[in-house]
Nanobody, 114 residues
Framework: QVQLVESGGGLVQAGESLKLSCAAS????????MAWYRQAPGKQRELVAD??????NYADSVKGRFTISRGNAKNTVYLQMNSLQPEDTDVYYC?????????WGKGTQVAVSS
């Protein structure tokens, strides 16, 4: 079964940057929606950013600081995170969707100290 694998998380200080990567363990066809979500303990998973063939979309809390992009390799997506703040501390999950299937990674931890 194809799996998504995230990498690039870690512990940084406020104001620093991280770049998250997501790659598929195999080939997934017909993906037309790729996204990053984040979730803190006890809270709902929230959409951070998504990218389709023609556009990107960002949560208000990350606009101007985060950038989502597709990689050259199939099913690869990145999240460049600049000016990180303590409130960005969460587990970040990659999601890819192409009807009728959706795929999730297991998440990568991002921690930002003040």
């Amino acid at each position: 079964q194809v799996q998504l694998v995230e990498s690039g998380g870690g512990l940084v200080q406020a104001g620093e940057s991280l770049k998250l990567s997501c790659a598929a363990s195999g080939s997934i066809d017909n993906i037309n929606f790729m996204a990053w979500y984040r979730q803190a303990p006890g809270k709902q998973r929230e959409l951070v950013a998504d990218i389709t063939s023609g556009s990107t979309n960002y949560a208000d809390s990350v606009k101007g600081r985060f950038t989502i992009s597709r990689g050259n390799a199939k099913n690869t997506v990145y999240l460049q995170m600049n000016s990180l703040q303590p409130e960005d501390t969460d587990v970040y999950y990659c999601n890819e969707y192409g009807w009728p299937s959706t795929f999730w990674g297991k998440g990568t931890q991002v921690a930002v100290s003040s």
